[in-house]
């Protein structure tokens, strides 16, 4: 038989012929994609600047070049464009406060796969797309972070308010302290504790700086990079510990980190019966629980541990920085907030519990006011329409992302009047009950935050316990 493959020689000139012509086909697709997204994509009819709807390098210009921009920016955008903006091929951003719950409140809304996928999370409660999954480990790991629950462990959180006090009383009258660290490292000290029964002394570390907790700040724009330019995150990620002491200290600090957080991990998966000897129920019970559900991946029990430090610590210690600082800087307010203290807890040596604090009104004024000012979780929170769907009476094609950021809602003079000032009182006035549907710090709908009732402990007991025991003033370089 004749054989027919062709020579060496002619298969390499073949691709000698083809590759010149790489770079003139590539060209020709991208002078045919910029018109079609521009003019012929079913989002063309949505305003918004031509380089948003041309590529997604727009929204990574303001996400990490711009440094986390992107917020501010959109805010700019709506100004212009309206209440509906496209800022990507495939992506409309909407500003209008009834758009807000038919986008989060749907249930058959999917998450944006290559914005989640940016934080590594995709086994996770946070990182799963598919609904029907993240119900199912939503509900695994509801009963830890029930009212009961967080009632029933309520002395951890105390626990960590009480370091922070003794701390707090340790710093000379004439020395500056920066809340926002201490205040992470009371939440940092808490979510490890109520989830893990383990303590890693951040309260104790000098100016409350655990490296830890420092890196994860300074590197927080590390996501907005992997979802742009996907391809360095193994590397990042998968960084020996010895060349990440080299590159940065900081990377090494969160891999020490998190390294024994899975040492543990490793130890219960090894002998489970050391949940037995610890100090109370942790996420382990849950998470590892054989008559719940199939065994958990290696990679997805990691995934969720992280995420209990990543989101447990940022949004409570943001927002107790944020009411702390507007209270302080608001002589009135800072008056009726003690005055309100003193009268319902008049012995500060006796504890008060979280169900008495949230008895005391201004105080719930002070905490919701601070999560309104704060926002929660400011990005945009990407999900992706199934079907053509009606939002907010903009009809969306199928396939879409839609997406809007919380300070929309929080900001929103139709709903807070003079909304950008820090007002208490406004949760005290009689329609003050309307107002609570407003304030998604915590997201709405079925992929809301998961310890909402963790988080409103946390801020109860330590803004509360801050201003009846500490006596604070802020400093003149404060801004």
Same mark, same amino acid.
């Given at each position: ?5 062709l ?7 073949q ?20 018109? %079609?997204?521009?003019?012929?994509h ?7 600047p ?19 921009g ?18 990507g ?5 909407f ?29 996770s ?15 695994i ?8 629950s967080? /009632? ?13 006090? #003794?701390?707090?009383a340790?710093?000379?009258?004439? /020395? +500056? ?5 201490? %205040?992470?490292?009371v939440?940092? +000290?808490?979510i ?17 700086k ?6 994860? /700040?300074e590197g ?12 360095i ?11 990440a ?15 024994s957080?899975?040492d ?8 489970p019966?050391?949940l ?15 008559k719940s559900q ?7 029990l ?7 430090i990543?989101a447990?610590?940022d ?6 920085t ?15 907030l ?5 009268a319902?807890w008049?012995?500060?040596?006796s ?6 604090l949230e008895?005391?009104?201004y ?12 926002h929660?979780t400011?990005?945009p929170?990407p ?5 053509? /769907?009606?939002?907010?009476?903009v009809t ?6 839609v ?5 929309? #809602?929080h900001?929103? +003079?139709? #709903? ?8 208490p009182?406004?949760?005290?006035e ?10 998604v710090?915590f ?13 409103w402990?946390?801020l109860?007991?330590i803004l509360?316990?801050?201003?009846r ?11």
């Amino acid at each position: 038989m004749e054989d027919s493959r062709l020579p060496v020689g002619d298969a390499a000139g073949q691709l000698a012929g083809i590759l010149p012509l790489l770079p003139v086909l590539f060209l020709s697709y991208i002078l045919l994609l910029i018109p %079609y997204r521009l003019w012929l994509h079913p989002l063309a009819h949505f305003p918004g600047p031509p380089a948003a709807a041309i590529s997604n390098l727009y929204l990574g210009y303001y996400d990490f070049w711009k440094s986390g921009g992107l917020n501010d920016h959109l805010v700019t955008l709506h100004e212009k464009y309206g209440k509906v903006v496209r800022i990507g091929p495939n992506r409309i951003h909407f500003s209008t406060v009834r758009a807000y719950d038919a986008i989060y409140r749907n249930p058959k809304f999917l998450k944006d796969a290559w914005w989640y996928d940016a934080f590594h999370q995709s086994e996770s409660t946070f990182g799963y797309i598919d609904p029907a999954q993240a119900k199912e480990r939503r509900e695994i790991m509801r009963p830890l972070f029930s009212r009961k629950s967080v /009632q029933k462990l309520e002395q951890c959180i105390q626990d960590c308010v009480d370091r922070l006090l #003794v701390a707090l009383a340790k710093v000379p009258a004439d /020395q +500056e302290v920066d809340l926002f660290y201490a %205040y992470l490292s009371v939440s940092l +000290e808490v979510i490890t504790t109520y989830c893990f029964a383990k303590s890693y002394h951040a309260i104790e570390h000098p100016k409350f700086k655990l490296p830890f907790l420092v890196a994860l /700040q300074e590197g927080a724009s590390i996501s907005f990079l992997f979802r742009h330019v996907p391809f360095i995150a193994p590397f990042v990620l998968g960084m020996p510990a010895w060349l990440a002491k080299l590159v940065s200290p900081g990377a090494a600090a969160i891999q020490a980190f998190f390294g024994s957080l899975e040492d543990q991990l490793k130890e219960v998966l090894k002998d489970p019966s050391t949940l037995d000897r610890t100090e109370h129920e942790i996420i382990c019970h849950h998470l590892l629980n054989p008559k719940s559900q199939k065994p958990l991946s290696w990679n997805s029990l990691r995934e969720e541990a992280s995420l209990m430090i990543a989101a447990g610590s940022d949004t409570v210690g943001a927002t107790a920085t944020i009411g702390t600082y507007h209270v302080l800087r608001n002589a009135k307010v800072k008056k009726r907030l003690r005055e309100e203290l003193v009268a319902a807890w008049p012995d500060p040596d006796s504890p008060m519990p979280w169900e008495k604090l949230e008895k005391i009104p201004y105080l719930t004024a002070v905490v919701k006011e601070s999560l309104r000012m704060a926002h929660g979780t400011v990005s945009p929170l990407p999900r992706v329409v199934p079907e053509d /769907q009606v939002i907010a009476s903009v009809t969306v094609p199928a396939g879409t992302v839609v997406a809007m950021n919380s300070t929309f #809602v929080h900001l929103n +003079e139709g #709903v807070f009047f003079n909304a950008r000032s820090f007002n208490p009182d406004r949760w005290l006035e009689h329609t003050s009950n309307d107002l609570d549907s407003y304030l998604v710090a915590f997201s709405k709908g079925p992929r809301s935050c998961l310890g909402i009732n963790l988080a409103w402990a946390e801020l109860y007991l330590i803004l509360g316990n801050v201003f009846r025991k500490a006596n604070l003033e802020i400093s003149p370089k404060t801004t």
